[in-house]
Structure formats: C-alpha cells, structure tokens
C-alpha cells in the first residue's frame, strides 16, 4: 500500500497552474522588453533625423585665439563649445585655444558641440577690446587682464560720444606680454564749428555727398562702379575714412553704384546683416553660391553697430554665405 502526503498531493495539484503562471511572467517580460527596445529605437531615429534636418555649417579655425573669441566665434554659427582640459603651455597666454575637434574647416550640423583644449600658462596675454568702451572702464578691464593703461590721446568723432575709446594700439586679440601698456585714443566728441570732418557716406545716396560737398565747399571725385549689386547712386566707398579730418588740400573720392534699373521685390533677395555693437572694425565680405558658383557681392570695413542692407537678383542663387574678419558666421538659404 502506497502512502501519499498530503503536502505533496496539494503541489502537484498546483504544479500545472504555477508553470502557467511563470510561462505568463516570462512573455510578461519579454514582451517589455522589446517593447522597450522599440521605444528606444524610435527615439534614436527621431533624434537622428532631427540632427540631419538641420543646416550645415563649417567649423572656424579658433585655435590661437582667446576662449572668449572661441565662444564668440562659435555661437555665431550656431556651434556649441565644450572646454574638454586643460594643459599648461609656457608659449601660449593663458585661456588660448591650444586644440580643437572637430578639426577648422569641418562641415558639421548645426548644434555641434566643438572641444578645445586651453593653455594654462603662460607670460603673455591677448590684449582686450578696449574700443566702444568708457575710459575707466578700459583701464579696469587692462588691469583684469594683467596690462597697463599707456598713453591716451584724443580726437573728434562723429559718431562716438565724448569719453568713449575710438582705438587702441596693440589691437584686440594680439599676444603680447603681461604687464604691456596699451595706448588709446578717447573720442572728444563732435568737432567744434570751423573743423570738418569726414562723415560716413556708405549706403548713402549720391545727393547726400552733393549737398555735403556744396555746403562746406569741397571738391569730390566720384568713380562708377556698375557691377555693383547695390541699387543706383548708392555710395559703396568712400576716401578718407569716417571721422578723418579734413583741410584745404584733403581729396575726398566716393565710388557709387551705377547698376541700371531697380530689383523688383520678386526678383530680388534682400540682404540685411547688422555688424556687432562692440569691438572694433571689421571686414565683412558676403558672397552668393549658385548655379553660377560663387560671387562675391559686398566686400568692405564697417563700423560696430553699423547695418548692412541691399538687395540682389535672386536668379540662380540658392545661399548667401557672411565672412566677418575672413571667418564664416552666417550661411543662409535663398527660397
């Protein structure tokens, strides 16, 4: 006679129900899993494509130059800078860009984050911005920067207020060793009746300059330029430069468009750039790529805070690229 427990009857009457239960939990799992996978598989793919959809742009040279240049350099692209270490490097001033990646010259979307190693050590410094600048504040900021306020000197301007620094020597940006006196040059304000000066007559009609020159008796040479893509009679040029002092014997030349006709709003894309308020000059050189290949259709120094704004024919052109001081800050496309 065979005894069986009751403990034992009672498992292996629940046996059946128990490997359904494990069975249900393991495609329970799986099933989470994969589900989980799917997800993150979407997410990649969605975040790739959102990557692809954005413009691209190429990667400026910032190595040699300040961090602060860098990051200025960068945004202005729409790039992101990350600074991955740190070395020391008696060569170079401390907070130079030493190494960038990606490398200059890179095409990469718009959003990527470049990583640059900067220098440590060092006994040089670049030399700040002083220009645009309040006198005092100049000086503090030389002295953050390790320099020394040198020889200042003065002179009229019609466009800076009195007190506000016109220029400096060395310029922004230049290496030079700690504890350099950096010399300026302090706006006095608008010259006083009797002293005249050259007022900044670009993208200005020629009538500007005619009643100009007839008022205060001046002689003006104006050169043609009909290759220009700026509408007719508009000054593209000038000589001597804006704020220069003028006397009796001073030659004073403007160059003006003589394009023929007028760009309708159809046919013409209209071009507006709006150089930075602080700092110093800069060259700006905007050209268009096409069918044609590549144009060059404005090329000249401008001011801070001036506004550059013509319109070209938009025939056969699909971008417009903006160069400031020889570096790409700006690609737009034409629709």
């Known amino acids: 006679m065979e005894f069986t427990n009751e403990k034992d009857s009672k498992v292996r009457k629940s046996s059946p129900a128990m490997k359904f239960m494990r069975n249900f939990i393991l495609i329970a799992i799986t099933l989470v899993i994969l589900l989980c996978g799917l997800?993150?598989?979407?997410?990649?793919?969605?975040?790739?494509?959102?990557?692809?959809?954005?413009p691209e742009v190429?990667?400026?040279?910032?190595?040699?130059?300040?961090?602060?240049?860098?990051?200025?350099?960068?945004?202005?692209?729409?790039?992101?800078?990350?600074?991955?270490?740190?070395?020391?490097?008696?060569?170079?001033?401390?907070?130079?860009?030493?190494?960038?990646l990606p490398e200059a010259g890179t095409t990469v979307r718009e959003g990527k984050?470049?990583?640059?190693?900067?220098?440590?050590?060092?006994?040089?410094?670049?030399?700040?911005?002083?220009?645009?600048?309040s006198l005092r504040n100049a000086e503090l900021l030389l002295r953050q920067s390790q320099l020394s306020l040198g020889e200042i000197s003065t002179g009229y301007s019609m466009k800076v207020e009195k007190g506000t620094v016109l220029s400096q020597s060395p310029k922004p940006e230049t290496s030079v060793a700690k504890n350099t006196m950096v010399n300026v040059k302090v706006s006095d304000g608008a010259p006083p009746s009797g002293i005249l000066m050259m007022p900044d007559f670009r993208q200005k009609d020629r009538e500007t300059v005619r009643l100009w020159a007839e008022k205060n008796d001046v002689n003006v040479d104006y050169r043609e330029d009909d290759k220009s893509t700026f509408a007719r009679d508009t000054v593209i040029d000038q000589s001597p430069e804006p704020d220069t002092l003028l006397d009796g014997k001073a030659k004073v030349r403007v160059t003006v468009s003589t394009k023929q006709g007028e760009t309708t709003a159809e046919g013409g894309y209209?071009?507006?750039y709006?150089?930075?308020?602080?700092?110093?000059?800069?060259?700006?050189?905007?050209v268009s790529l096409g069918k044609n290949g590549e144009r060059e259709v404005f090329n000249g120094t401008r001011s801070p805070g001036t506004t550059i704004n013509f319109t070209i024919p938009k025939k056969d052109i699909s971008k417009v690229r903006i160069f400031v001081n020889g570096i790409q800050v700006e690609e737009r496309i034409v629709k």
């Open 113 to 133: 984050t470049i990583r640059i190693t900067v220098s440590q050590g060092g006994e040089t410094v670049f030399t700040p911005t002083l220009t645009g600048m």
């Open 274 to 286: 709006e150089v930075p308020s602080t700092g110093s000059e800069r060259n700006i050189r905007i």
């Open 39 to 54: 997800g993150v598989w979407l997410y990649n793919w969605a975040a790739e494509a959102i990557i692809h959809n954005k």
């Open 270 to 272: 209209a071009i507006k």
């Open 58 to 100: 190429i990667v400026p040279d910032i190595t040699g130059k300040s961090s602060v240049y860098a990051l200025e350099t960068l945004s202005k692209v729409k790039l992101s800078v990350n600074i991955e270490k740190y070395e020391f490097k008696e060569s170079e001033p401390i907070g130079t860009v030493i190494k960038q």
